[in-house]
């Protein structure tokens, strides 16, 4: 079993960065791909970024590639995503999310353990 707490996450204007958080329970983080997702209102929950086990391997959606950067400290049990040149479309909850995989997929049914998400708001 695997816990997840995200934290970091605020209000912001357009333009500027947050760094997210996820820390994770357990001795065995390191065997576990991370993914990041975010639901906006009225919309599904959509992919934004993904990790591989050991760090190495990072995938992006479209929407945020160039401006969002996943990492990772295994030692810490943490993964972090972040985001600068915040938009007012990034506004929704971030929610991370844990896989028994090498590489981080990029769809939610491939995830075993979730957060509970942190809102983040991007004024215009």
């Known amino acids: 079993q695997v816990q997840l707490v995200e934290s970091g996450g605020g209000l912001v204007q357009a333009g500027g960065s947050l760094r997210l958080s996820c820390a994770a329970s357990?001795?065995?983080?390191?065997?576990?791909?991370m993914g990041w997702f975010r639901q906006a209102p009225g919309k599904e929950r959509e992919f934004i970024a993904a990790i591989s086990r050991s760090g190495g391997n990072t995938k992006y959606a479209d929407s945020v590639k160039g401006r969002f950067t996943i990492s990772r400290d295994n030692a810490k049990n943490t993964v972090y995503l972040q985001m600068n040149s915040l938009k007012p479309e990034d506004t929704a909850v971030y929610y991370c999310?844990?896989?028994?995989?090498?590489?981080?997929?990029?769809?939610?049914?491939?995830?075993?353990?979730w957060g509970q998400g942190t809102q983040v708001t991007a004024s215009s």
């Open positions: 999310a844990a896989a028994r995989s090498v590489f981080g997929p990029t769809t939610q049914n491939a995830y075993d353990y």
């Open positions: 357990g001795r065995t983080f390191s065997t576990y791909a």
